[in-house]
């Protein structure tokens, strides 16, 4: 008993969440979002897709309960530490990481709200606003904007294809990004 409770399952539990993560963050960092649709290749334009991608994991687990609910927060869960992670390693000290996670973690929910509207109505050009106003906040127009719009209503599509079962044993697939103009 004690073996199935601290031991396989929950090693079992790890390797599903683990695999769901990098999946997430492999789709988040498709060379096509900064090489094409000139998303900044910075740590905040990477922190702007690996949020973005998060935010489809998650809206496509929304009203779900059980398991797939606990994974939905274990992933937001890894989210936020590998943000926390990402900001030791840029070199912010141990007590600026509070001050700058509390501004990141407002900054993701709050584009998860814009996102999340702009879905549920349908509205592409909103979404599109949200995406260049979150993203690329001082380029003025950014006709890609629009390209990433595409994107994110794809990978809804997408994952809302997917079976939960096949999400909870450890696989989410993302549509390619694809390039050019």
């Known amino acids: ?108 929910y709050g584009r998860t709200a814009a996102y999340d509207d702009a879905l549920e109505r349908n509205d592409h050009d909103g979404l599109t606003a949200a995406l260049a106003r979150n993203v690329r906040p001082d380029a003025g127009a950014w006709p890609e904007a629009s390209q990433l719009a595409d994107y994110v209503v794809d990978a809804c599509r997408q994952l809302a294809a997917q079976p939960s079962e096949s999400i909870v044993s450890g696989t989410a697939t993302f549509p390619l990004a694809k390039g050019g103009a």
């Open 1 to 108: 008993m004690f073996q199935r409770l601290f031991g396989r399952e929950r090693h079992a539990n790890r390797a599903i969440t683990d695999a769901l993560y990098a999946q997430i963050v492999a789709a988040a960092r498709q060379t096509v979002f900064y090489s094409h649709w000139n998303v900044p290749d910075t740590p905040l334009g990477r922190f702007e897709m690996l949020s973005l991608h998060m935010f489809l994991f998650q809206h496509r687990l929304r009203g779900e309960d059980g398991v797939t609910q606990e994974i939905a927060q274990v992933l937001i869960d890894e989210f936020f530490l590998d943000v926390d992670h990402s900001l030791r390693e840029l070199g912010i000290g141990d007590v600026g990481v509070p001050k700058r996670m509390k501004k990141l973690a407002k900054m993701f």
